[in-house]
């Protein structure tokens, strides 16, 4: 066993994992260009203030999760990304893309890294994919990404998600909300906990968020963000359910739900699973209009968006059996030869048949035919071609059927026929 490991928090992916990671990776970069949106990549490491100012420094993220260092000749801080939103905005403000378009659709699939206690779904390095719909917030562009995001979770085959949703109202519905929550929390000051008594000063509303189960029996009959809304915002809210409610997506509505980032405003919303154990998001977003001021633009930027975490998701898959049926394992055909004298034979004619577009693979270790078949059926080839004697004498090729066991012999151009079509391709269903 080597002395060296995996650092704590992260994790190895070996090829048949990864191979469900590429399929997952396909729906979504299928899916958003369906929707219009086009993929950004932003860099790992930022400057700590724009995290700060744009997550909010009263969150658990900026306060106790980034991976923060200063390598920055003019003594700047920089921070490992902890999420993607921030970043999308700075880099839309920077090559100031409004100017170019009123709106822009941008989607993402990123690394993320976060001082969280490792556990299962939850790593310090970790994945998201997520779509960002900069300029417009109506209720319809809202509705977009959140439409957006449940057909990927139904391309995938995913069943009992929970979406839930809620309005968190503009900055002066919130203040006065608040005030609220204030007043409702200060008699029970003694027995908050720590984190929840230092939130009740700098943000109230992320008590509701507590996953204490003492402070969630006294989060349970707080004021509702709802009973403190303007008719504007409630209307608002309304479309976007009636949008959904139109496409079908059934929600319940929670309002209790505020996420864990300051950037939000109006619907928020959020999808879970029951297979996760505690830990039950997959992903949510909602709208998030004063980013961009938050970020230094010298004007608001409608905006809303909805992030995914990759690992949660394929844990909630694998649990629901939908990886059963791939199989993402070896090629099409692998090639045989009957003894190591044909083996450049043997080399050509697999290239060619890459060269033809049709995945292959052969042995490279000099091993017997017996061993050589074991590991065409270890890694779950569809065909064998059997490279001998006569058949580089004769140009005909015994083709074997690995599933059905039928054989048949024909020149190559008849194999790599039979190997393009359809049936031939069955294993590519990733």
Known sequence: MSQYQAVKGTRDIFPEEAAQWKYVEGIVHSLASLYGFSEIRTPVFEYTELFQRGIGATTDIVGKEMFTFQPDPKGRSLTLRPEMTAGVMRAAIQKNLLSLAPVHKLYYISELFRKERPQAGRQRQFSQFGAELIGVSSPAAVAEVMTLMMQVFESLGLHGLKLRVNTLGDTADRLRYREALQGYFAPYHSVLDEASKERLEKNPLRILDSKNPAVQEIVAGAPKLYDYLHEVAVRDF????????????????????????????????????????????????GRYDGLARELGSSSEVPASGFAVGMER??????????????????????????SQELADNGLQVAYRLRKAGIMTDIDLAARSMKAQMREANRIRASYALFIGTTEVETGLYSLKNLVTSEQTTLSLEGV????????????YKL
């Open 238 to 285: 309304e479309k976007v359910l009636f949008y959904l409610e139109e496409r079908g997506i059934a929600y319940e509505i929670d309002h209790r739900l505020v996420r864990g980032l300051d950037y939000y405003c109006y619907t928020a919303f959020e999808v879970t699973s029951s297979e996760l154990g505690a830990q039950d998001a997959i992903g949510g977003g």
């Open 313 to 338: 998701l394929l844990m909630t898959m694998e649990k629901q059996g939908l990886f059963a049926a791939l199989n993402p394992h070896g090629p099409v055909v692998y090639v045989v030869v009957q």
């Open 416 to 427: 790599m026929e039979i190997l393009r079509e359809p049936a031939a391709k069955e294993f």
